[in-house]
């Protein structure tokens, strides 16, 4: 299931575009996260190593906390960072949303770019 920050955007771009129902799902599948956790783009952009995630995990697992929480209470993270992070995943979901639709055809290279400046703006 899509976060609630990524459904507003797909509920948005379905109305300016009249998708239906049918072609949501494709939107939100679950795999449609893989890349975009907070500890794939710590990761990625070398904000922590694999034995601080796994630990965190470990943490987190034993707490129910949130990824950015809890790698706070750690200390691996400081709370500017986190709140960069939270943007940034919620862009590249977005921007995978966008992806999907030119793939599939709903969309073209045109429209992809006129919809890209409102990964920013929802």
């Not at 955007?9 to 799902?25: C, K, M, N, S, W």
């Not at 993270?77 to 590249?92: F, H, M, P, Y």
């Amino acid at each position: 299931m899509a976060s609630n920050r990524t459904q507003d955007f797909i509920d948005h771009i379905a109305r300016e575009l009249d998708l239906g129902e049918e072609d949501l799902p494709a939107l939100t599948s679950s795999w449609g996260r893989v890349g975009t956790t907070l500890g794939a783009l710590c990761l990625k952009m070398n904000l922590m190593d694999m034995e601080q995630i796994n630990n965190l995990l470990e943490v987190q697992d034993q707490t129910e906390g949130l990824f950015g929480d809890v790698a706070q209470e750690l200390g691996y993270l400081d709370e500017a960072q986190v709140k960069k992070l939270l943007n940034i995943q919620k862009w590249n979901r977005r921007t995978e949303v966008l992806d999907k639709l030119l793939l599939a055809g709903k969309i073209d290279e045109a429209k992809l770019k006129e919809l890209s400046a409102k990964i920013f703006e929802i």
